[in-house]
């Protein structure tokens, strides 16, 4: 609870004294943080790809005039889920972290937060979620194909 220390000021018991962040307020402390994942580029885009054929998928399949603004919405919030952060990792040019090229990905692989992964696992990891969905969207239109 906050209790009014006027009194005390003025009868010299307590004082006013700048804290740390008024003494340092001309000293700009940056952060670092890595928003690219350290993941290569070309796994970004094949998620795209993956979301995107299950877009081309269902509209080939299901295609109607009422399905096309949909459709077109569904796209651009694909574009927009993976192109801002995109634009958000090269806004600063003296930006530290970089997406980890595809040549030190398949040497090193990438540290997560129980270990090492291999390439392949985590390949494997980061495209399992996009593939399922294409996979889903060939067995939705093939049911209603048969049906």
Known sequence: MSKHIQ??????????????????AHVRHQVEVDRS????????????????????????????PGLVI???IFTVFIFGMFGVPAI???????NPSKPMDMGKFAREGIM???GRLAPRDAAIQVLILPVLIVLWGLAAVTIAALV
């Open 88 to 94: 958000w990792t090269r806004l600063s040019p003296d």
């Open 70 to 72: 949909p459709m077109a």
């Open 7 to 24: 009194e005390q000021i003025e009868a010299g018991k307590a004082a006013i004294v700048e804290g740390p962040e008024q003494e340092r």
């Open 112 to 114: 997560t937060n129980t």
């Open 37 to 64: 994942f350290e993941l290569p580029i070309s796994l970004h885009i094949a998620t795209v790809a993956c979301y995107l054929a299950f877009i081309a998928i269902t509209f080939a399949a299901f295609s109607t």
